[in-house]
């Protein structure tokens, strides 16, 4: 491939202010890395918390390139990344973090271990909308709850990025999936094979009531934190429920859960990026989403507004607002223009 040395990319100078559209040289990959050229990225809120230098647990000092989710085509292997061949399409939840560089940019050089093959069945630069909440569900409900057909599973926030997936993922695994969400949410919730709860007229109490019997669900994944977890708390069943949170940062009475005889987990995704461990774990999950998507049983749900990457800013600044309906991309480069072998 003809592989240009300078790149343009969307570079965080200082927190707190807009990224800059800059031109730097294209990366080297290093041992154990490949040359990504980047088709797409998808914006996650964690990646407006970092511009605005709101993020010190993800430990991206300026001037950095964000952007955790990631797809493109290999462009170019390092020593000992012989995984992948040159021109295959890969994704994956690769940088944006811990001094790594994201994918708001042409190029990145990625550990190859954080790479899967990307899905064939959806649009390249679709795939961008998976890694990090998937790999965040995946996390949650089968490395620390064991999610297993026939049981019943509890999803708050389910029209989320790590809602949408979690709720997928359960219906793919058999069990019945209960999903909170506000009223405009409700056709998201139920095409994904869950059921639908108002989460401003239902109380966690008349939840467990009309989806259990009163007895409680085998899982709950809590993805908002605060006052939702608590009342997870009081959602699972006795003897064995499991309560899961992606955002399980705050000051929590466990009393409601060991009265159960209850289970918590808390899932911090970030961990293999920041330091290093783990990571083959990622590269394998994101295979485990390949699988999916191409059986048909996963699909992310994706905001109708695009963004080139001279537009990051109002694409994170979409995300920032919270007015979102689904995962914001941004298309670095033409999918069409790149080569993508498929089986």
């Not at 202010?17 to 490949?34: F, T, Y």
Request: charged share 15%; proline share 5%; with cysteine.
């Amino acid at each position: 491939m003809n592989t240009p040395s300078i790149m343009r990319a969307l570079r965080l100078e200082s927190p707190g202010a807009p990224l800059q559209l800059v031109e730097i040289p294209v990366p080297q990959p290093a041992r154990g890395e490949v040359l990504v050229r980047i088709v797409a990225a998808g914006i996650n809120p964690l990646d407006t918390k970092i511009r605005a230098g709101k993020a010190a647990h993800a430990a991206q000092d300026a001037p950095a390139i964000l952007g955790i989710d990631m797809v493109g085509v290999v462009e170019a292997i390092g020593a000992e990344a012989g995984r992948f061949n040159a021109g295959d399409a890969v994704y994956g939840m690769t940088g944006g973090v811990g001094g790594t560089a994201g994918s708001l940019a042409e190029f990145a050089a990625v550990d190859a271990r954080l790479l899967a093959p990307a899905p064939a069945r959806l649009p390249l630069a679709d795939c961008a909308a998976i890694p990090l909440g998937f790999i965040t569900a995946w996390e949650g409900l089968v490395d620390r709850a064991a999610l297993r057909k026939g049981q019943s599973l509890l999803v708050h926030g389910g029209a989320g990025g790590v809602g949408s997936m979690a709720v997928q993922l359960g219906v793919a695994r058999g069990a019945t999936v209960v999903a909170t969400g506000s009223p405009a949410q409700e056709s998201t919730i139920t095409a994904m094979g869950a059921t639908f709860v108002d989460y401003r007229e239902t109380s966690i109490e008349a939840i467990v009531s009309m989806h259990t019997g009163g007895i409680g669900f085998d899982v709950v994944y809590d993805t908002l934190g605060g006052a939702t977890l608590d009342a997870s708390f009081k959602a699972v069943r006795r003897y064995g429920g499991h309560v899961v949170s992606s955002l399980g940062w705050g000051t929590h009475s466990l009393a409601p859960l060991s009265f159960r005889a209850g289970t918590y987990s808390g899932v911090f995704t970030l961990l293999p990026l920041l330091s290093g461990e783990g990571r083959e774990q990622h590269g394998k999950i994101m295979a485990e989403a390949t699988r999916l998507v191409d059986a048909g049983h996963l699909r992310p749900v994706l905001s109708q507004q695009r963004f080139d990457l001279a537009d990051g800013n109002a694409a994170l600044d979409l995300v920032e607002s919270g007015r979102s309906a689904g995962k914001v991309i941004v298309d670095v480069s033409a999918a069409d223009a790149l080569p993508r072998p498929r089986s």
